[in-house]
């Protein structure tokens, strides 16, 4: 983001102001970038607080039964870094913060490897009784069970599932049911949510307000 603004019949910052503030010493310049940043960043805290793109549009709830706030730990670390005196970079301290910040912005898919959910989560018991949602998937997959009386098959009670089937087990039969080869490597979908940036027109009009202070700043 340049200290430089483009005139319009709305927001007047004419030539001579925009020279003006180019003119001005580095120390000056640093402070009107700063003080533009932490602007920015309040706006960027207070979109993710009411759950809004720069659009005002909603952002894109989380997939699953818990459907709380998206990128609230991108509220904080949040930081403007001004460059040469004449840039503006806002952006989060935590390197792997701004990565996921990146790809929420444009939408971008996000790869994902065994060894990645392995590293996160452990290496799973696949000796362990399946969970709820691999018994539910069972279900949907048309998964049946040998009646008792030795007649038929019927489809099993989620918690018939949970309590004769292993983690591994599932697994292996949902993969099978399904058609779905194994894999190591897989993209996860990622929502498009714009949270930082603010309309061209604002900028302007708040950069005006931060240079008329600046000229009167010691």
């Known amino acids: 983001m340049k200290p430089t603004v483009s005139a319009n019949k709305r927001d007047v910052l004419n030539m001579q102001e925009k020279l003006a503030m180019l003119a001005l010493p580095p120390k000056k310049r640093i402070w009107i970038l700063k003080t533009l940043g932490r602007w920015e960043k309040a706006n960027t805290r207070k979109r993710i607080q009411q759950q809004k793109d720069i659009h005002g549009k909603a952002l894109a709830p989380q997939k699953g039964k818990k459907r709380g706030k998206v990128m609230r730990r991108m509220a904080k670390g949040l930081t403007p870094y001004v460059r040469n005196a ?18 929420h912005h444009v ?22 009784s399946c969970s709820k949602g691999q018994a539910r998937k069972l279900r949907e ?5 040998s009646r008792k009386s030795g007649k038929g098959r019927k489809k099993p009670s989620l918690r ?47 950069l005006i307000t931060i240079f008329e202070q600046a000229k009167t700043r010691k």
Do not use: C, F
């Open 86 to 103: 004449n840039r503006l970079d806002l952006t989060w301290n935590n390197k792997l913060t701004a990565k996921i910040a990146a790809r």
């Open 160 to 206: 018939l599932l949970m309590d004769t089937v292993t983690h591994g087990q599932a697994g292996k039969i949902i993969r099978e049911l399904s058609n779905q080869p194994s894999v190591t490597a897989w993209d996860i979908p990622l929502a498009q949510r714009q949270i930082l940036g603010s309309k061209e027109r604002e900028v302007t009009r708040r």
């Open 141 to 145: 997959l048309g998964y049946t069970v």
């Open 107 to 128: 939408g971008q898919k996000q790869k994902m490897t065994a060894r990645q959910m392995q590293k996160r989560w452990g290496t799973p018991d696949y000796s362990a």
